[in-house]
């Protein structure tokens, strides 16, 4: 079945820096990618959807500038967090869709729990 | 009109038990119906899904039954089992328009006693 990996699956950084998280689908090619923040006991919320090739599209209320999502192939998209501060602690997700992979096309990634201190 | 309601919010059931949770949605241009099961510092897994074009959709324990006219649909786990014990979302969206986001209710956490 298809197979997306996320990257890393932990990560603690320092306020100020940056960190970036990965996302590989393995085994189809997404030609849509989405990013989700996760607070704990609370459902997904999705911040952007990424089409390869093209500008990210954010939710409202999202900071385009402090989330920066690259979709620059079908394989692979990345989130980074600028500057990140102790509130954008979180568990963040992805997930991919392949138009092609049919009606079972989102797969999500395993999550990467983020701690800034 | 993007809302999709889940309930309840917990549910405790006996090893052996059923566990039912109910979904309800107001865009009727949903197309497509997702369960997904996640366990903690996991991403969600999908479960089982429907179109609607169907009423009941069965794949082993897991059993989704939709209602079009209610706009309703539910997951029932039969013979529940401790393995069972995660957090289960429903969610939704239009296959046929642009971006097709799923939209995802806000969780149950179920929990089955052995």
């Known amino acids: 079945g298809a197979v997306v990996s996320q990257h890393p699956s932990r990560v603690i950084c320092k306020s100020g820096t940056s960190v970036k998280i990965e996302c590989r689908s393995l085994?189809?090619?997404?030609?849509?990618m989405f990013w989700y923040r996760q607070f704990p006991k609370q459902s997904l919320m999705l911040m952007a959807t990424s089409n390869e090739g093209s500008k990210a599209t954010y939710e409202q209320g999202v900071e385009k500038d402090k989330f920066l999502i690259n979709h620059a192939s079908l394989t692979l998209s990345t989130l980074t967090v600028t500057s990140a501060h102790p509130e954008d602690s979180s568990f963040y997700i992805c997930?991919?869709?392949?138009?092609?992979?049919?009606?079972?096309?989102?797969?999500f990634g395993s999550g990467t729990r983020l701690t800034v201190v | 009109q993007q809302q999709v309601k889940q309930s309840p919010q917990s549910l405790i059931v006996q090893k052996g038990g059923i566990s039912i949770i109910n979904c309800a949605y107001e865009n009727t241009a949903f197309d497509y119906f997702p369960w997904y099961q996640q366990f903690p510092g996991k991403g969600p897994a999908l479960l089982i899904a429907i179109r609607p074009d169907v009423s009941e959709k069965k794949e082993g324990r897991f059993t989704i039954s939709f209602n079009k006219s209610a706009k309703q649909f539910s997951l029932h786990i039969m013979d529940s089992q401790p393995g069972d014990s995660a957090t289960y979302f429903c969610a939704a969206t239009s296959l046929k328009s642009s971006g097709d986001k799923l939209t995802f209710g806000t969780g149950t956490r179920l929990a089955v006693r052995p």
């Open positions: 085994d189809f090619q997404a030609t849509t």
């Open positions: 997930s991919a869709r392949s138009h092609r992979v049919g009606i079972q096309g989102y797969t």
